[in-house]
C-alpha cells in the first residue's frame, strides 16, 4: 500500500496509523494465511519474488514499493504492514507454506475506518511480476458470490481478479455548528424591530404525496437498512479503532471484517453501537484472517433491535446493478453512498497493521464511495440485500515505508472498492458460529514467486526441507510435479500466485477443479480434490 495509485483495503477508521496487511494462501499442513492490513487490487508484478515459505508457515509480506494490495475499511489505528507487501508481512517471509501461493503481500495500510479506528488498513494492488508473497508458500484460495437476488445459498463466490484495500490511518474531526446559529441571530436580531414583512414566501402547507419515499429509493432502502447497520469501536492494549458491521440473525450475531476487530482479538475491548446511539458490549466468536471475516455476538443482545439485514445472492450480480454502501466513513455513522457494480471475480489481496496473515478474494468491486471506517459494512443490491461485505479500496493517497499513510494523512475514495461477496461471507461466518474457527480449501504445494512467466510455478525443489508438492496430498494425487506452472484452475486464466490464491480460496474443501498446467513445454489437464486446513497461521 505504499504505491500511490494503488488499491488499498478499508480499514477502521483510526486515531492512531495503522498499516496493511497482506493475505497468503493456506498450506496443506495445517499452514494458515497470516492477518495483515487487505489490500486489493491485481496481482502483484512477478519481477520482484520473494523466497518460498514452509508448507506450515504464512508467506512472507511483499516488499514495500510492490503495489498495495486492497484495503478494507477497517478501524481508525493499525499498525503499518511488513514490507514488502502492505498486508501481512511476517509470516511470509518465514518462508514457503504448503498450500498457500507465495507472494509479497500488498503494501502496508493506514489506519482503519472509524471514529477511533478499529478496522486494520488494507489497500488494492495489482500482483507484481512475481507472487506478493515469498516464493514457495503454499497455495490455497477461495469463492465469492458476486449476484444480488434471492437468499445466498451457495457459501461460494464468483472468481476474483486482484484489486485494492481500503485503509486510513488519520483520525477525522469534524466541527459542526455555529454556522446556521449565526444566520439566525442576524436574521432576526440583526433586523430592525419595525420590519413588518419578509422578501421570502414560504409555504404553509407540505405536499406530503411528494415526501414519500419508495420502499425500493435509496432513501426508502436505507432507511430500512441503518437500523440493522453497526458502528464497532475495538480497543487492545496497543491500538483501537473503528469499522461497521450489520446484524446477521436474530441471536445477536454481527457480521463484519476481521481487521476491524483484530485490534481487541486479544483481551481487548469491543462495542457495537447502532444507529439510535444505543451501545452494546461485544465478544469475538471467530475470526477468519485469510477470509478477512469475522463474527461478533452482543453480549447482552436487545431483541428489539435484531432486525438481521436480508442476504441476496452474490453469484447472481451482474456489472451495472445498483449498489449501496453504508459504514462509518472517517467515523461518520451512518453514512450511505451509491454507485454501481464496476466487475466481478477481482483477484484480491490484503492484509492489516497487525502482522496476521494476509486475505485473499474474488472480489466485487463498486464505485461507490468507501473510506477508512466502511470496514465490514454491508453492500446492498437495489432490493436491499446484501451482496457483498465492503473491505478494500483502491486510493492514490500512499506513503513510504512501512506506514504509507503516517499518522496524518489519510486517503479517501477514487471510485474504486472491493467487497466480499456475500456468499462466501455467509459460508465462512457459519462455519465461525458452529466451530470457532475458518476453514480453507488447499492445493498442497509450494509456490514460486521469483517465477516471472505467466502462470504460477510449483516450486522447482523443497524449500528448507518442505517438499515442493506435499506427499500424498491433493496436488500430488493429482499428478502434479514440482516445476510445473498452473494456468487455470477450473477455466479461470491464472497469471500469478495470487490470482491462484484467491482461487483457490473461492472453493471449499472436498470440491473438484480442472487444473491446466505446463510441464517441459507441453500442456496437460488434470482434475484435483482439493484439500483442508482448519484454522489460521500463528
Given at each position: 500500500?505504499?504505491?500511490?495509485?494503488?488499491?488499498?483495503?478499508?480499514?477502521?477508521?483510526?486515531?492512531?496509523?495503522?498499516?496493511?496487511?497482506?493475505?497468503?494462501?493456506?498450506?496443506?499442513?495445517?499452514?494458515?494465511?497470516?492477518?495483515?492490513?487487505?489490500?486489493?487490487?491485481?496481482?502483484?508484478?512477478?519481477?520482484?519474488?520473494?523466497?518460498?515459505?514452509?508448507?506450515?508457515?504464512?508467506?512472507?509480506?511483499?516488499?514495500?514499493?510492490?503495489?498495495?494490495?486492497?484495503?478494507?475499511?477497517?478501524?481508525?489505528?493499525?499498525?503499518?504492514?511488513?514490507?514488502?507487501?502492505?498486508?501481512?508481512?511476517?509470516?511470509?517471509?518465514?518462508?514457503?507454506?504448503?498450500?498457500?501461493?507465495?507472494?509479497?503481500?500488498?503494501?502496508?495500510?493506514?489506519?482503519?475506518?472509524?471514529?477511533?479506528?478499529?478496522?486494520?488498513?488494507?489497500?488494492?494492488?495489482?500482483?507484481?511480476?512475481?507472487?506478493?508473497?515469498?516464493?514457495?508458500?503454499?497455495?490455497?484460495?477461495?469463492?465469492?458470490?458476486d449476484h444480488p437476488g434471492g437468499s445466498s445459498t451457495d457459501g461460494r463466490g464468483p472468481r476474483r481478479k486482484q484489486g485494492g484495500l481500503v485503509a486510513l490511518v488519520a483520525a477525522v474531526a469534524i466541527a459542526a455548528g455555529g454556522i446556521g446559529g449565526g444566520i439566525g441571530a442576524w436574521?432576526?436580531?440583526?433586523?430592525?424591530?419595525?420590519?413588518?414583512?419578509?422578501?421570502?414566501?414560504?409555504?404553509?402547507?407540505?405536499?406530503?404525496?411528494?415526501?414519500?419515499?419508495?420502499?425500493?429509493?435509496?432513501?426508502?432502502?436505507?432507511?430500512?437498512?441503518?437500523?440493522?447497520?453497526?458502528?464497532?469501536?475495538?480497543?487492545?492494549?496497543?491500538?483501537?479503532?473503528?469499522?461497521?458491521?450489520?446484524?446477521?440473525?436474530?441471536?445477536?450475531?454481527?457480521?463484519?471484517?476481521?481487521?476491524?476487530?483484530?485490534?481487541?482479538?486479544?483481551?481487548?475491548?469491543?462495542?457495537?453501537?447502532?444507529?439510535?446511539?444505543?451501545?452494546?458490549?461485544?465478544?469475538?466468536?471467530?475470526?477468519?484472517?485469510?477470509?478477512?471475516?469475522?463474527?461478533?455476538?452482543?453480549?447482552?443482545?436487545?431483541?428489539?433491535?435484531?432486525?438481521?439485514?436480508?442476504?441476496?445472492?452474490?453469484?447472481?450480480?451482474?456489472?451495472?446493478?445498483?449498489?449501496?454502501?453504508?459504514?462509518?466513513?472517517?467515523?461518520?455513522e451512518g453514512t450511505v453512498t451509491t454507485g454501481i457494480v464496476s466487475a466481478k471475480d477481482r483477484p484480491v489481496a490484503s492484509g492489516d497493521s497487525t502482522g496476521a496473515q494476509a486475505s485473499y478474494m474474488n472480489a466485487l468491486q463498486t464505485d461507490a464511495s468507501i473510506n477508512p471506517g466502511?470496514?465490514?459494512?454491508?453492500?446492498?443490491?437495489?432490493?436491499?440485500?446484501?451482496?457483498?461485505?465492503?473491505?478494500?479500496?483502491?486510493?492514490?493517497?500512499?506513503?513510504?515505508?512501512g506506514n504509507p499513510f503516517g499518522q496524518t494523512e489519510q486517503a479517501g475514495s477514487i471510485g474504486l472498492g472491493f467487497a466480499i461477496p456475500i456468499n462466501q461471507a455467509k459460508w465462512v461466518a457459519d462455519t465461525l458460529i458452529r466451530t470457532g474457527q475458518p476453514v480453507y480449501a488447499i492445493?498442497?504445494?509450494?509456490?514460486?514467486?521469483?517465477?516471472?512467466?505467466?502462470?504460477?510455478?510449483?516450486?522447482?525443489?523443497?524449500?528448507?526441507?518442505?517438499?515442493?508438492?506435499?506427499?500424498?496430498?491433493?496436488?500430488?494425487?493429482?499428478?502434479?510435479?514440482?516445476?510445473?506452472?498452473?494456468?487455470?484452475?477450473?477455466?479461470?486464466?491464472?497469471?500469478?500466485?495470487?490470482?491462484?490464491?484467491?482461487?483457490?480460496?473461492?472453493?471449499?474443501?472436498?470440491?473438484?477443479?480442472?487444473?491446466?498446467?505446463?510441464?517441459?513445454?507441453?500442456?496437460?489437464?488434470?482434475?484435483?480434490?482439493?484439500?483442508?486446513?482448519?484454522?489460521?497461521?500463528?
Open positions: 500500500m505504499g504505491n500511490a495509485g494503488l488499491p488499498r483495503s478499508c480499514h477502521p477508521w483510526r486515531s492512531s496509523v495503522s498499516s496493511e496487511h497482506e493475505s497468503g494462501f493456506t498450506g496443506p499442513q495445517g499452514a494458515q494465511p497470516t492477518g495483515g492490513h487487505d489490500a486489493v487490487g491485481p496481482a502483484p508484478d512477478r519481477t520482484a519474488q520473494q523466497p518460498a515459505v514452509p508448507s506450515d508457515g504464512v508467506p512472507p509480506a511483499s516488499p514495500a514499493g510492490q503495489p498495495s494490495t486492497a484495503v478494507p475499511p477497517p478501524p481508525s489505528s493499525y499498525p503499518p504492514p511488513q514490507p514488502p507487501a502492505p498486508g501481512h508481512s511476517a509470516d511470509y517471509a518465514a518462508g514457503p507454506s504448503a498450500d498457500y501461493a507465495a507472494y509479497p503481500p500488498p503494501p502496508a495500510h493506514s489506519a482503519p475506518f472509524g471514529s477511533g479506528g478499529t478496522d486494520a488498513d488494507r489497500s488494492a494492488w495489482p500482483p507484481p511480476g512475481g507472487h506478493p508473497f515469498g516464493a514457495g508458500h503454499p497455495v490455497g484460495g477461495w469463492t465469492g458470490p436574521a432576526s436580531g440583526g433586523s430592525d424591530s419595525s420590519s413588518t414583512a419578509s422578501s421570502t414566501t414560504v409555504s404553509s402547507t407540505v405536499d406530503k404525496a411528494a415526501l414519500n419515499r419508495a420502499p425500493t429509493s435509496v432513501a426508502g432502502i436505507a432507511a430500512k437498512a441503518l437500523p440493522s447497520t453497526v458502528t464497532i469501536k475495538a480497543e487492545g492494549s496497543q491500538e483501537s479503532g473503528t469499522g461497521t458491521g450489520f446484524v446477521y440473525d436474530t441471536e445477536g450475531h454481527i457480521l463484519t471484517n476481521n481487521h476491524v476487530v483484530a485490534p481487541a482479538a486479544d483481551g481487548g475491548k469491543l462495542t457495537v453501537k447502532f444507529s439510535d446511539g444505543s451501545s452494546y458490549a461485544a465478544s469475538v466468536v471467530g475470526r477468519a484472517e485469510g477470509y478477512d471475516v469475522a463474527v461478533v455476538k452482543l453480549d447482552n443482545p436487545p431483541k428489539d433491535k435484531l432486525s438481521p439485514l436480508p442476504l441476496g445472492d452474490s453469484d447472481k450480480v451482474a456489472v451495472g446493478d445498483a449498489t449501496i454502501a453504508i459504514g462509518a466513513p472517517f467515523g461518520l466502511n470496514s465490514g459494512g454491508p453492500l446492498l443490491n437495489a432490493g436491499g440485500q446484501v451482496i457483498g461485505i465492503n473491505s478494500a479500496i483502491q486510493s492514490t493517497s500512499g506513503g513510504g515505508g492445493l498442497g504445494v509450494l509456490r514460486n514467486d521469483n517465477y516471472n512467466g505467466d502462470g504460477a510455478q510449483i516450486m522447482p525443489s523443497p524449500v528448507q526441507g518442505t517438499p515442493a508438492v506435499t506427499p500424498d496430498g491433493p496436488a500430488d494425487k493429482a499428478g502434479l510435479k514440482p516445476g510445473d506452472v498452473i494456468t487455470k484452475l477450473d477455466g479461470v486464466p491464472i497469471d500469478s500466485g495470487p490470482t491462484l490464491v484467491s482461487e483457490i480460496w473461492s472453493h471449499r474443501p472436498g470440491e473438484h477443479v480442472q487444473v491446466v498446467y505446463t510441464r517441459n513445454g507441453e500442456t496437460h489437464t488434470t482434475t484435483v480434490t482439493l484439500g483442508e486446513r482448519k484454522g489460521d497461521s500463528k
